[in-house]
């Protein structure tokens, strides 16, 4: 699928391409065209998936005809409403919303808790067709009379599981009983809980259209775990090398917890001759999406990334990662694994730490209610790969590899799904294709074996041979 299909205005295509977005992600595929046709949705789907570009590029192309350059602020009313439980996220819809209404005379703005009420409300009186509002805020503007909901025609309820943690639900009951009842709604919630369900009975039209994609981060049970002791921060540049090469990992993500740390990295391998390229905040949307292609074509290897990088580019299905640094919090950490082994494949994890990671260790252990097994990591000196020479993967450094088979098992890759479209949370059955033999006609010293090559699904696309 692609975003041509969807007949969305040129000047909202024109945004998308200067996103450089370059194919719909799974929720975006599926929500599109039917938030396009007026449609109530309930959409599974957590953030980093696209859901933001799923649910404003169709209310943006639903709100053109009423797209007008006028100064006159009756001529803006509020006609989208999108509710979300935190500040950052409203303040990131608000950036996104802004990003492809680029080239459109249709006008946004953002109002949460916590700051002054003066700049919004004179943005609000400007006069604004899509407003972003964390529910308790846009009470206060309700009351000072300084925003009117009549014109509302679509609501967006966004992470509603969180706004109900949170102990939202009694505004956002005000909150639509101000709204007119003919109107579009939307849920998101990464979860549907029983209590979720009950809030789409309330809030949305009897048969809402459910859309769920699959939770990159799911329990990740097919993955195995395993944390690297290394005696000194200075030897994870080597542990990474010697992990990348006696495995034959052939494409991996690294993940670094600081920008400078992966660009660092990264420079460092390529230097040993593996091919290595970083993605990072400080890097462009553009420049990230010619990383990922070149990470798809294999002209990368390992790509050492960011959270924040790595949560924009929506990877997911690869092979293996490796954490060079642990995370700081442990939900990065299942972030971070969920991107292997999913849908009946199994992936390895393999963390680095020193002694004194120890307290971030216990804490995603304590997460996952699990342990993960510790092996210690010496890693020798590696040859430096030879440019021109072919690429030889050097053998398993004696007792520092776990002997666990999962190391010599071909990684499986999913079905490639002709849709473009991911599977249900609910039930992701997908059943895994068999693995493709090894694809290379280079030689390896006898007894080791190469881990198949395998392209990634990435951003929902279909899996290349
Ligand atoms: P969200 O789930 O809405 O927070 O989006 C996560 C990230 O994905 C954001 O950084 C978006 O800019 C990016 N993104 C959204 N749609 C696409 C797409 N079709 N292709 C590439 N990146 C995308």
Do not use: C, W
């Not at 690429?391 to 098992?409: H, L, M, R, T």
Request: no cysteine.
């Amino acid at each position: 699928m692609s975003f041509e299909s969807f007949g969305l205005h040129p000047d909202l295509m024109r945004a998308i391409a200067e996103a450089g977005y370059t194919s719909p992600t799974p929720i975006q595929s599926q929500a599109i065209p039917v938030v396009i046709e007026g449609k109530d949705v309930m959409g599974a789907a957590q953030t980093g998936t696209g859901k933001t570009a799923a649910f404003t590029l169709p209310i943006l192309q639903r709100l053109m005809p009423h797209a007008n350059s006028s100064a006159s602020p009756a001529r803006h009313p509020v006609r989208a409403l999108i509710l979300a439980p935190t500040r950052e996220l409203a303040d990131q819809i608000s950036q996104n919303v802004t990003q492809y209404a680029r080239y459109v005379p249709l006008r946004s703005t953002v109002v949460f808790g916590g700051v002054d009420m003066n700049p919004q409300t004179a943005a609000l009186r400007s006069g604004i067709e899509i407003l972003i509002a964390t529910p308790g805020r846009l009470l206060d503007h309700v009351q000072q009379k300084t925003v009117s909901l009549s014109s509302v025609s679509v609501l967006v309820l966004d992470e509603a599981d969180r706004m109900l943690d949170m102990g939202f639900l009694p505004d956002l009951q005000r909150i639509v009983n101000l709204l007119p009842k003919a109107r579009q709604s939307l849920l998101f919630s990464a979860t549907f809980s029983p209590e979720i369900r009950k809030l789409a009975k309330t809030f949305l039209d009897d048969h809402p259209v459910v859309i769920e994609v699959a939770a990159r981060n799911a329990a990740a049970e097919n993955v195995s775990q395993v944390v690297y002791v290394v005696d000194r921060a200075e030897s994870k540049r080597a542990a990474v090398a010697h992990l990348v090469r006696s495995q034959g990992l052939r494409q991996v993500i690294v993940f670094t917890n600081t920008k400078i740390g992966a660009s660092r990295l990264a420079r460092e391998l390529q230097r040993e001759g593996i091919p290595a390229d970083a993605i990072h905040g400080d890097k462009s949307q553009p420049e990230r999406l010619a990383t990922l292609e070149r990470f798809k074509k294999g002209e990368v290897e390992v790509m050492v990334a960011t959270d924040v990088a790595a949560r924009g580019l929506d990877i997911a299905e690869l092979p293996a990662v490796i954490n060079f640094d642990l995370p700081y919090s442990p939900e990065d950490y299942v972030h971070r694994i969920g991107r292997t082994g999913r849908a009946g494949a199994s992936g390895q994890a393999m963390s680095l730490m020193v002694a004194e990671d120890q307290r971030l260790l216990s804490e995603i252990e304590k997460m996952l209610r699990r342990s993960i097994p510790k092996e210690s990591l010496r890693p020798q000196r590696e040859p430096v790969r030879a440019k021109s020479a072919p690429q030889e993967k050097s053998a398993p450094q004696g007792k520092s590899v776990p002997q666990d088979p999962i190391f010599s098992q071909p990684y499986q890759p999913k079905a490639a799904d002709p849709a473009g479209l991911a599977p249900s949370a609910a039930g992701s059955t997908a059943s895994a294709a068999p693995a493709k033999p090894a694809v290379s006609g280079r030689a390896l010293p006898s007894g080791i074996r190469r881990a198949p090559r395998t392209v990634p699904a990435l951003l929902g696309g279909k899996q290349k041979a």
